[in-house]
């Protein structure tokens, strides 16, 4: 079992829908990150998070440290959100663990 | 504009010849990283450096050697001993390198194709 597992692998949706994606992990973690990777291969730096919730424009991410569970939801998402979304956790930066990543497809 | 700047974006290469990737940051970021990444896995960590002239080997550092002469250099080398170099080659930053950083900057990344 990976020590971090997103679901859904992939998620289509039309316009406007709400979305959300989910984060488990098996590892004890000081903070959780998730990212944003652009079909041209380049990862944006969306959160960084170790408690709670952070909001960010249409982005809300949340997480349960308890149940290590994380969430990143996308409000009246939008073609432009299409995308891969990657969790990782860890303790320490070098010490990251990578999820594999969520295929997000926004049709108009 | 302050970033990460990876070159070239993609990259040929004939089987048994090493090959350097490039990447460049003015973030006056201290940690830099490089990962990898194949389809349908997560990234993983081939070497970081926490500080000029000092860098450690990641989770598969095996085929690779890197070098940190400048806090704002750290180039990759995949050398002919990597038995499976053509992948996505990521480079990041950080601005500390111990607990949790603040956040990653990722570039834009290599694509690499042995041939």
């Known amino acids: 079992k990976n020590e971090v597992e997103q679901s859904p692998q992939n998620l289509t949706a039309q316009e406007g829908e709400f979305i959300t994606i989910n984060c488990s992990y098996s590892?004890?973690?000081?903070?959780l990150h998730w990212l944003q990777q652009h079909p041209g291969g380049g990862i944006v730096s969306l959160f960084m998070?170790?408690?709670g919730k952070k909001k960010h424009g249409r982005l809300i991410a949340t997480i349960n440290i308890q149940e290590k569970h994380s969430s990143l939801h996308i409000t009246a998402s939008h073609p432009r959100d299409s995308a891969v979304y990657i969790c990782a956790v860890g303790r320490t930066a070098q010490k990251l663990v990578f999820g594999q990543g969520t295929r997000l497809t926004i049709n108009p | 504009d302050g970033g990460i700047t990876q070159s070239p974006k993609y990259l040929f290469r004939k089987e048994g010849q090493n090959v350097t990737l490039s990447c460049e940051q003015n973030?006056?970021?201290?940690?830099m990283y490089w990962y990898r990444q194949d389809p349908g896995q997560g990234l993983r960590l081939i070497y970081y450096?926490?500080?000029?002239?000092?860098?450690q080997k990641g989770d598969i550092a095996e085929g690779y050697s890197v070098s940190r002469e400048k806090k704002e250099s750290f180039p990759l080398t995949v050398t002919s001993a990597q038995k499976n170099p053509t992948a996505f080659y990521l480079c990041a930053s950080s601005i500390s390198s111990g607990l949790s950083p603040n956040g990653y900057t990722f570039g834009s990344g290599t694509r690499l194709t042995v041939v």
């Open positions: 590892v004890g973690i000081s903070a």
């Open positions: 998070l170790s408690s």
């Open positions: 973030l006056n970021h201290d940690a």
């Open positions: 450096s926490q500080i000029v002239n000092d860098f």
